[in-house]
């Protein structure tokens, strides 16, 4: 093994509530930099991580893990363990990385008030301090600021070990792996080069294997037809052959089929059909063999609901606290029943805490308000699936519809009790959406979400006919979905709202 290196054996791994393996006989060698893994919602990324970094054990196979290995999450609920000592010690090499990625001293006691981008670079930070062998990182970029992201890009720029990055974010694969590990259960394929290289190889591959299996299919009836053809023909020549119809004194019909058998007629005819018959069942055994898995429709639809009021929340000009000592001040805000709205600024800035306070004054008829938070705790995703599983047979069949046109598959979140980030934030969009929402509020809605999923839901969000309140660092998407833009931007003692046009 490489100095700073994982090894996957024929690894496989199955969930005790899952009716089939997660994956299945996987080998694949993560060297020294980084691999990028990606795939679909649901398809296992994090559990691979988890796997590499001997967080979990394979049911079958070994995992051989080089040195020190750390894993940092999605969830950023609780700090990691080494992060009070990282803030607190004072040598010089530990105060560059705090002023490296802007972490600040008193953020341990403020924990719960830190924005998930602040707790997202803390994280970081205090994993990269520790400088582990293989270091694998779960969502890095998820909820951060632009200015943010540049600084984590470059402090994982600067990691010398072997790791593994599970991200949406195209451009950072990009700049930084120079391999990526395809994962689609129960099998992974590594491919060399950047994300955008080895999506273009994997496009080139399927359709290989769909001209391929084309070929083949043309080939394997064109045979059948021939075998079916030349069994008739057979039969035909077995009933003109036979003695039976022949009168008994016709003695030349019958000297005519005995020298039919005598020469060989009728062997070769028996050979050639079953030669023929050979090759239609190796064109079969192909046919197994470039099998092309099934590509799922995408794409969802928002039901044409709009709230007949004349605007859907007025929120009179105020401050809203932030932390112990900072306020957001706002102007007077309004929404009318077709708004759709974005809403920019910093990390820590109070963008949260707005919406909260906006849907604190909501009046809108019971469920008719569809409310994607950032972060959905481990608890309350558990209370969302059990929700959804006891659902009526046509609600769960709508919901399940959607989540599956979302690119994750309903059969995978019927076995799991804690769906992934992005699977819960598919289900709380989908039981919103069958509600015929007034207004749609999503904070942060690309994070955690598959590149497809994304695609998708920008597809539906731009003709969609209600209220649309967004949160989010990604301009070109809130570019695309919405007309009016409230920028926060931070001033001495807190923060400032002001009405901006897009440039």
């Known amino acids: 093994m490489s100095p700073s290196s994982v090894v996957f054996h024929g690894l496989s791994f199955r969930y005790d509530t899952a009716s089939a393996p997660l994956f299945e006989n996987l080998s694949a060698h993560f060297t020294q930099g980084w691999t990028g893994v990606v795939g679909a919602n649901g398809a296992g990324k994090t559990t691979l991580l988890r796997l590499a970094t001997g967080a979990l054990a394979p049911t079958e196979g070994r995992v051989d893990i080089s040195g020190h290995a750390i894993y940092c999450a999605q969830r950023t609920d609780e700090p990691q363990a080494a992060f009070v000592q990282f803030v607190q010690a004072r040598d010089a090499e530990t105060a560059q990385w705090r002023a490296r990625l802007g972490v600040a001293k008193d953020w341990p006691e403020r ?3 830190l924005s998930h981008g602040e707790r997202k670079r803390a994280q970081i930070a205090t994993a990269l301090w520790q400088r582990p062998h293989v270091l694998a990182i779960d969502e890095p970029t998820n909820h951060v600021d632009a200015e943010a992201r540049a600084l984590i890009a470059d402090a994982l720029q600067a990691f010398d070990g072997c790791g593994l990055l599970v991200s949406h974010d195209r451009d950072l694969l990009d700049a930084l792996c120079s391999q990526c590990l395809f994962v689609d259960p129960p ?10 290289a080895g999506a273009d190889q994997a496009a080139r591959e399927r359709q290989q294997a769909v001209r391929q299996r084309k070929a083949v299919k043309h080939r394997h009836a064109g045979l059948r037809r021939e075998v079916i053809r030349r069994k008739e023909a057979a039969s035909h020549a077995d009933r003109m052959r036979s003695k ?4 008994r004194k016709d003695h030349d019909a019958k000297e005519k089929i005995d020298r039919a058998r005598i020469t060989g007629k009728d062997a070769r005819a028996g050979r ?9 069942g190796q ?9 092309v898995k099934k590509e799922h429709e995408l794409g969802i639809w928002i039901p044409s609901a709009r709230s007949k009021r004349d605007f859907l929340f007025t929120l009179d000009a105020g401050e809203i606290t932030l932390g112990t ?3 957001l001040r706002f102007p007077t805000l309004c929404m009318p029943p077709d708004g759709h709205v974005a809403i920019t600024g910093p990390n820590g800035s109070g963008k949260s805490t707005l919406v909260a306070a906006i849907i604190e004054r909501l009046k809108l008829p019971e469920g008719r308000l569809t409310y994607v938070p950032q972060e959905v705790d481990l608890e309350s995703s558990r209370c969302i699936a059990e929700r959804v599983l006891a659902l009526g047979h046509d609600d769960l069949a709508r919901v399940m519809t959607i989540v599956s046109r979302l690119n994750s598959r309903p059969e995978r979140l019927m076995e799991t009790d804690a769906p992934s980030h ?7 969009l989908a039981l919103g959406i069958a509600r015929e929402p007034h207004l749609i509020v999503m904070d942060e809605p690309t994070n955690h979400m598959d590149l497809p999923s994304t695609e998708c839901l920008e597809s539906a969000l731009e003709g969609c006919p209600c209220g649309l309140l967004l949160v989010s660092h990604d301009m070109r998407f809130l570019k695309r979905l919405t007309t009016v833009r409230w920028h926060i931007e931070s001033e001495e003692g807190g923060s400032r709202l002001t009405e901006r046009a897009w440039r």
């Open 422 to 428: 992005g699977e819960i934030r598919k289900i709380l």
């Open 283 to 291: 064109t079969e055994a192909e046919l197994h063999e470039t099998k």
């Open 272 to 280: 050639l059909l079953r030669q023929l018959a050979g090759r239609l």
């Open 325 to 327: 000592a900072r306020r």
């Open 111 to 113: 924990w719960d008030t």
């Open 244 to 247: 039976r119809r022949i009168g």
């Open 187 to 196: 099998t992974a394929t590594m491919r060399p080069g950047t994300y955008t």
